[in-house]
């Protein structure tokens, strides 16, 4: 086990043996000059620099690194280089002495520049904190940030180890005053391939706070997010989680297979002049490519204008079946607090000019409270079919509380089951908890309302023309509808019954 406690001079290509466990102890350091230094054994050092780096030298081949050992801390105003230098050294140490690739973060590290990570079949990268609190911290600060730059960017090999898994955890990337607009990236819009693993690469127990974008992601499968918290009290247009499909440069742009469970995010003090969202869709004109498969369970969401704003493409190319629509999305056992705009938006721009839809979504379990606009509002306003629009949706088992307009608002829309929902001291005297207009196959059972006051709506439910192939049956208004439980348009088939 050698030991260094004085300064060790290269200048040529070096590579340290695998069996070697190098112990550093007080005045020992590595000086690494205009060559590069491999070790394939591992280090044991304190949270202090050991390697001194001269005219572009480097160390690769550690598995288990800290940026404190390139400089990083100790009053440096920007550490991104450090923590770069880190993320090198451990992405090219494929074939070096065993163990998980760890890039370990104590912090606090302001920086003026962001930093990335490369992730392969050859290396799945970890980076692990002590906690998103007051330690383990990426400060963001200055005003040289790029457009676009995030402070954290995960991106894809474009070589033969192209699988990319990954571990993110325990620490927190924080806006101190910086022009930096996103916190953590995943997936870059220029790369010929997706960040895909072959299982769910993670992030976990990490902290985002006050850029205009807390993630995006884009070009990127198979990641899950647990215990994510994003907050952006001081963005009034700010967004939690942005999902994106960039302008077609490729053949395929898709994203999804995706979770977040068990995360948080607030947005500022709801203001209906603003455009803050918990969850956004954008799916860029000419894209090729969707999204698909994004899970949300046990998710909070604060004060956004929309909780969920997802629509699908304004201009959408189809090539290989590839279309721009949103598929397969699941929000299950949510809570969307008040005061807020809306809980869920479900917006297709699809027609029979442009190609595209919203479909297979699941509203399941959730808690509303507090909506100043719609609880769940579906609208296709271009459909001129019954393809190309908001379709196939599931609205059930869920509880709203003190909605100061309509429960749910489907426009041109196909394919809705709304059942078994609970509506609760909703004030709307001038229109319906429910409506539909222009919809077609819908049914409407076992929803219930309630009142702890005086709270009325005009009717519970509503089915304005033209609208056809729809059951309203065993819906209970509770004492709330002031004139009647039901309203429905003449549909040549129709079922309506047993409401009161």
């Given at each position: 086990m050698p030991i260094v406690n004085t300064t060790q001079v290269f200048t040529s290509n070096t590579t340290l043996d695998r069996d070697q466990v190098?112990?550093?102890?007080?005045?020992?350091?590595?000086?690494?000059?205009?060559?590069?230094?491999?070790?394939?054994?591992?280090?044991?050092?304190?949270?202090?620099?050991?390697?001194?780096?001269?005219?572009?030298?480097?160390?690769?081949?550690?598995?288990?690194?800290?940026?404190?050992?390139?400089?990083a801390g100790s009053g440096a105003a920007n550490n991104a280089p450090y923590i770069q230098a880190a993320i090198n050294c451990m992405e090219d140490a494929f074939n070096t002495s065993s163990g998980p690739l760890e890039l370990v973060l104590t912090g606090p590290y302001p920086v003026t520049e962001g930093v990335s990570l490369t992730p392969s079949s050859l290396n799945n990268l970890h980076v692990t904190g002590g906690g998103g609190g007051i330690v383990s911290r990426l400060i963001a600060k200055g005003s040289g940030w790029s457009a676009g730059q995030a402070v954290v960017t995960v991106k894809a090999r474009n070589d033969v180890s192209k699988t990319s898994d990954f571990e993110l955890r325990g620490f927190a990337i924080v806006n101190e005053g910086s022009t930096a607009r996103i916190g953590l990236q995943i997936g870059v819009e220029t790369d010929d391939y997706d960040v895909q693993g072959q299982r769910l690469s993670l992030v976990e127990d990490v902290v985002i706070q006050d850029f205009p974008v807390g993630v995006l992601l884009q070009r990127a499968r198979l990641v899950k997010f647990h215990r994510l918290g994003v907050w952006l009290e001081n963005q009034p247009n700010g967004v939690a989680v942005r999902v994106r499909v960039p302008a077609a440069t490729i053949s395929r742009a898709e994203v999804g297979d995706s979770e977040f469970e068990n995360c948080e995010f607030a947005g500022p003090t709801y203001n209906a002049a603003n455009s803050a969202y918990g969850v956004e869709t954008v799916i860029e004109a000419s894209a090729i490519g969707g999204i698909q498969a994004l899970r949300f369970d046990k998710c909070i969401f604060h004060k956004f204008n929309d909780a969920f704003h997802l629509a699908d493409g304004t201009s959408s190319t189809t090539q290989n079946g590839y279309r721009s629509n949103i598929t397969d999305i699941w929000i299950t056992n949510c809570q969307m607090d008040g005061p807020c705009g809306r809980g869920v938006l479900l917006k297709s721009n699809g027609s029979s000019a442009n190609p595209c839809w919203i479909s297979n979504v699941h509203i399941f379990g959730c808690y509303f409270q507090g909506s100043a606009l719609e609880f769940v509002k579906m609208e296709s306003p271009n459909a001129d079919d019954q393809v190309h629009l908001v379709k196939s949706v599931f609205v059930s088992n869920n509880w709203s509380n003190g909605g100061a307009k309509i429960f749910l608002d489907a426009y041109k829309a196909a394919g809705l089951t709304v059942t078994d929902n609970q509506i609760s001291d909703l004030t709307w005297a001038s229109g319906p908890a429910i409506e539909f207009h222009t919809v077609q196959n819908v049914v409407c059972t076992g929803n219930l309302m309630r009142r702890q006051s005086n709270e009325t709506v005009q009717h519970m439910v509503q089915v304005d023309q033209p609208s056809d192939w729809y059951v309203i049956a065993n819906n209970n208004s509770g004492g709330c509808a002031t004139a009647g439980a039901v309203n429905a348009a003449t549909g040549a088939n129709r079922v309506v019954q047993l409401n009161i």
């Open positions: 190098w112990t550093f102890e007080t005045g020992g350091y590595f000086e690494v000059d205009g060559c590069t230094l491999r070790i394939e054994g591992s280090v044991i050092a304190g949270y202090r620099t050991i390697f001194i780096l001269k005219n572009g030298g480097k160390v690769t081949g550690l598995r288990r690194v800290c940026p404190e050992w390139w400089g």
